[in-house]
């Protein structure tokens, strides 16, 4: 079963800090995604990363990056934290997929919720 | 930019009733389309899933219907049950090098016993 794991269930940050969100799965998968769940506002895709090294921007990257050093693990960073990026964060990974024409589910994280005051 | 609509936000519905939630795509590259449950506290799901080669697919009693024409796909629960009450997400998927996907709002259905 994959396994997809977040560093930090809860965390409470400050106004102006720099944040580190942990991501590592465990299934060897390629594509690797970074979502923030909002009420009312589905999920909304941050960043995604289909190799070591490779990223993309998704919908909203404004104040956020990312790093994926290794295959097995994406991380999202927030360089000044501000209040309005006080969310539930998910990360999610996926395989390649049928000849790489058609994705594969995506398998997600329990989230971390980050409170910034 | 790409786009997905879901609606309704809300169903509520009677235990044995059936329940249908629609959504939209904008990018007409999108070609695998999924549905995720999500339960109070925790993580999204997948519960079904189709392909735009697929124009319709049945796992018990849920199926899923797509029309690639209209950019339009929907999901379809019969002999609902209270254990079906929960979040439920689309989202449509393309390959971009990576392959991005994109989430609808959200529908949170009740089912009353």
């Known amino acids: 079963d994959v396994k997809v794991t977040q560093s930090s269930r809860y965390l409470v940050k400050r106004t102006g800090e720099k944040v580190f969100l942990e991501c590592v799965q465990d299934m060897d998968h390629e594509n690797m995604f970074w979502y923030r769940q909002d009420p009312g506002l589905g999920l909304r895709l941050i960043y995604f990363?289909?190799?070591?090294?490779?990223?993309e921007k998704g919908d909203i990257p404004e104040g956020y990056s990312v790093s994926r050093e290794k295959k097995e693990r994406f991380s999202l960073i927030l360089e000044s934290a501000s209040t309005n990026q006080t969310s539930m964060y998910l990360c999610?990974?996926?395989?390649?997929?049928?000849?790489?024409?058609?994705?594969?589910?995506?398998?997600f994280g329990n989230g971390t919720r980050l409170t910034v005051t | 930019g790409e786009n997905v609509e879901q609606h309704p936000s809300t169903l509520s519905v009677q235990e044995g009733d059936s329940a249908v939630i629609k959504c939209t795509y904008s990018d007409s590259a999108s070609n695998y389309f999924p549905w995720y449950k999500q339960e109070l506290g925790k993580r999204p799901q997948l519960i079904i899933d189709i392909r735009s080669n697929v124009g319709e697919k049945k796992d018990q009693r849920i199926a899923v219907t797509l029309n690639k024409t209209a950019k339009h796909f929907s999901l379809h629960i019969t002999e609902t049950q209270p254990e079906d009450s929960a979040v439920y997400f689309c989202?449509?998927?393309?390959?971009?090098?990576?392959?991005?996907?994109?989430f609808g709002a959200g529908t949170r259905l009740f089912v009353k016993a």
């Open positions: 989202a449509a998927s393309r390959y971009t090098g990576g392959f991005k996907t994109i």
């Open positions: 990363s289909y190799d070591v090294k490779m990223k």
């Open positions: 999610a990974s996926s395989g390649m997929g049928q000849g790489a024409i058609y994705n594969s589910p995506l398998h």
